[in-house]
């Protein structure tokens, strides 16, 4: 699926470093190995480079873009460019797809670009440091990746203050933060000492003495990945009915409760997970209409729906493919070999994150559980199959008829009881799903059938602390567990509570000369 979102929006995919970001490490134009100058001179992977001709100096400066990774177009309205290019966005009507004219003569020279390949020319979104919007704590996850060492850094807007910016440098122990504080003539600084016209000139200069911070800034952070376009191609942004022949399927990837899930190729090109739906599973028409709302979820916590094919059964859906598979799964396998306790809350805080987004957009999950977390490359999870559990016609499953089904042991007491699905019984799911993550897949009240946990819970029995559960934790999972919906957590309190996890003293930013963390 697309995992990325619309303009300016807060995905990680948007803002991941890339092929073109490690290429610019290596550019001329660099200290300490980084290119802090306008990346788009410095960088010419193809050619050449043909003056552009332009009337308008001033327009052809605003609408001047620089591509920050290389794209192959997939579709004839598409261009293909590399990391680098420079071209001229002129058409942004489409949130997603730009209009843009290369600007270099070999190929085709007009055509439509996903937004979140490029990025205006000398903007500090083209920077490969700049990691747009990440969170405090994803910044600290990206950099004690291994290939990160001392003195890798990013910058990133700040969470609290909009409008802010705050640098994250890894001093080879643990991830440091500092405010960069602003000045009113658009200028940057850490220490009043030490003020900077801009962005980049403060990195130059911090590249090259510590001068109070905890080290230089070395070079950016690295992650591995080229984002995903926002759809499949410019033509499924809004066309997302495709022909089945375009689909080829390689390898069974599971079986779900409605159909099959393939790991498949779409235009023999881009990998896809395809869901086949058994027939009479649902009526296409309910699945169209939820499927055009799902359609236009965008976050990067959600495996995003990308394509259908629905005109004759079975229906396919066509999703972003996750390498990892399943979050049960995944937990099962491990079973506490590599995943601990840090991981098992960031894992958390990402399907709180999901979550919350689907919280803000008014739109309920029905069915949280591992089995519907997927686990993708470099620690990254996102929530599948949100909104399904509505138009699938399994109704034993969701309704408290039937209670050998797996979902009534997620589902909360009042969901059961008198239907009443909501944003809180997903978070009273999600408490169970917090259980699973801590136990590494354990079926939760083992040895009690649903029926039987659900009568337990109404005379106020909740699962105990699991042994290796931290207390907080636990706290956060009762939480979940109130009897009462309305007092249970938002999603957006339980992501703050799960990303601030870990961190002891709120105001733990740095001040420049401050070695004390
Ligand atoms: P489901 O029908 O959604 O329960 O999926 C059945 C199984 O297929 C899951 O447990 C995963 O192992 C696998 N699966 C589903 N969707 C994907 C995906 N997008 N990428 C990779 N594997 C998937």
Partial sequence: ???????????????????????????????????????????????????????????????????????????????????????????????????????????????????????????????????????????????????????????????????????????????????????????????????????????????????????????????????????????????????????????????????????????????????????GTMNPQDFLREAQFMKNLRHPKLIQLQAVCTLEEPVYIITELMRHGSLLSYLQNDNGTSIHIPNQVDMAAQVASGMAYLETQSFIHRDLAARNVLVGENGVYKVADFGLARVFKGEDVYEAKNDTKLPLKWTAPEAIRYNRFTIKSDVWAFGILIFEIVTYGKMPYPGLTGRQALDKLENGYRIPKPFNCPHDLYKIMLECWNAKPEERPTFETLQWKLEDYFETDPSSYLEANNFER
């Fill in 1 to 279: 699926m697309g995992n990325c979102c619309r303009k300016n929006c807060s995905c990680l995919s948007c803002v991941l470093p890339c092929v073109f970001k490690e290429e610019k490490r290596s550019g001329s134009n660099s200290f300490n190995g980084i290119v802090i100058q306008n990346p788009v001179i410095t960088t010419q992977l193809d050619g050449p480079q043909v003056p552009p001709r332009f009337v308008n100096q001033g327009e052809q400066q605003r609408n001047s873009y620089v591509a920050l990774y290389s794209y192959e177009g997939r579709t004839p309205d598409e261009l293909s460019f590399k990391a680098g290019d420079q071209m001229l966005i002129i058409d942004t009507t489409h949130a997603s797809w730009w209009k843009a004219k290369l600007l270099r003569t070999r190929g085709k020279a007009e055509g439509y670009v996903p937004f979140n390949y490029v990025a205006p020319v000398s903007s500090i979104e083209s920077m490969p440091w700049f990691f747009k919007d990440i969170k405090r704590s994803e910044a600290e996850r990206l950099l004690v990746r291994p290939g990160n060492t001392t003195g890798s850094f990013l910058i990133r807007e700040s969470e609290s203050q909009k409008g802010e910016y705050s640098l994250s440098v890894f001093d080879g122990i643990a991830v440091k933060h500092y405010r960069l504080r602003k000045l009113d003539d658009g200028g940057f600084y850490i220490t009043s000492k030490s003020k900077f016209v801009s962005m980049n000139e403060l990195v130059e200069y911090y590249g090259k003495r510590e001068e109070g911070l905890c080290c230089k800034l070395l070079k950016p952070c690295i992650t591995t990945g080229i984002p995903l376009p926002p759809d499949l191609c410019y033509h499924t942004a809004d066309h997302w009915e495709i022909n089945r022949n375009s689909l080829k399927f390689l390898k069974k990837l599971g079986q779900g409760q409605f159909g099959e899930v393939w790991e498949g190729l779409w235009n023999n090109t881009i990998p896809v997970a395809i869901k086949t739906l058994k027939t």
